[in-house]
């Protein structure tokens, strides 16, 4: 079965800084990995995806993420921090040997990007 | 993409009794989800809703307590029936597209509150 892990429930950060939202994962196959962004009262956005491909994926916002399939991990990245960043972020993920399986959310960690 | 609406935005109801969700899409779209985000917590499927065909359920989820219709490829909905203050979440739908279903939108929630 697939899995999704964010080991860090709080990142604060400082704004101008570098900041890394961490996930890894745990399927049967080949991933699908994604990252939604939930601001206060709002639903989901998304953020950006891995399918194949390099594994620098580039997305919404400034934001970025490094696939590194031996540590499987999918770390979101952005080298600048605003405070409007400050959010709620969900790694996912999607087991392409089981086509057909739905996405799996991790818990969330939430983003404090700090003036 | 796809833009997602759905009605009510919030509500607040009390025990025993069901409210019906709408989830409205601007595109047709086959497959189409129905989640529960429970306070503070990540995102739990509750069932897959296409076109045509039965709503599946996820564990833990049964037609009773949450039926669904998906009478057209453009909407939903999601009842949660003889509501109890467990059942104080917001619910999301969401539509899955692209090549594979792999791009996933959301809707803007529904926060329930029972009381």
């Known amino acids: 079965a697939q899995s999704v892990a964010q080991p860090e429930d709080q990142v604060n950060v400082a704004e101008g800084n570098p900041l890394t939202v961490k996930c890894t994962y745990s399927v049967s196959g080949n991933p699908y990995l994604f990252w939604y962004v939930q601001y206060p009262n709002r639903g989901l956005q998304f953020l950006l995806k891995?399918?194949?491909?390099?594994?620098l994926v580039k997305g919404s916002y400034g934001f970025e993420a490094e696939f590194n399939k031996s540590q499987t991990s999918f770390h979101l990245k952005k080298p600048s921090a605003l405070v409007s960043d400050s959010a709620l972020y969900f790694c996912a993920v999607r087991d392409d040997y089981n086509y057909g399986q739905n996405f799996v959310f991790g818990p969330g960690t939430r983003l404090s990007v700090l003036p | 993409s796809a833009v997602i609406s759905q009605k009510p935005s919030r509500d607040i109801c009390q025990r025993g009794t069901s409210l019906t969700i709408q989830c409205q899409v601007d595109?047709?779209?086959?497959?189409m989800f129905w989640y529960r985000q429970q306070p503070g917590q990540s995102l739990t499927l509750i069932a897959t809703?296409?076109?045509?065909?039965?709503?599946?359920?996820e564990s833990g989820f049964v037609i009773d307590k949450f039926p669904i219709s998906r009478p057209n490829l453009t909407f939903s909905t999601l009842t949660v029936s003889n509501m109890s203050p467990e059942d104080s979440s917001i619910y999301l739908c969401?539509?899955?597209?692209?090549?594979?279903?792999?791009?996933?939108?959301f809707g803007p929630g529904t926060r329930l509150t029972v009381l």
């Open positions: 969401s539509v899955a597209l692209g090549q594979g279903y792999n791009e996933q939108f």
């Open positions: 595109s047709q779209v086959t497959m």
């Open positions: 809703a296409n076109q045509g065909s039965e709503a599946t359920y």
């Open positions: 891995y399918i194949t491909g390099d594994n």
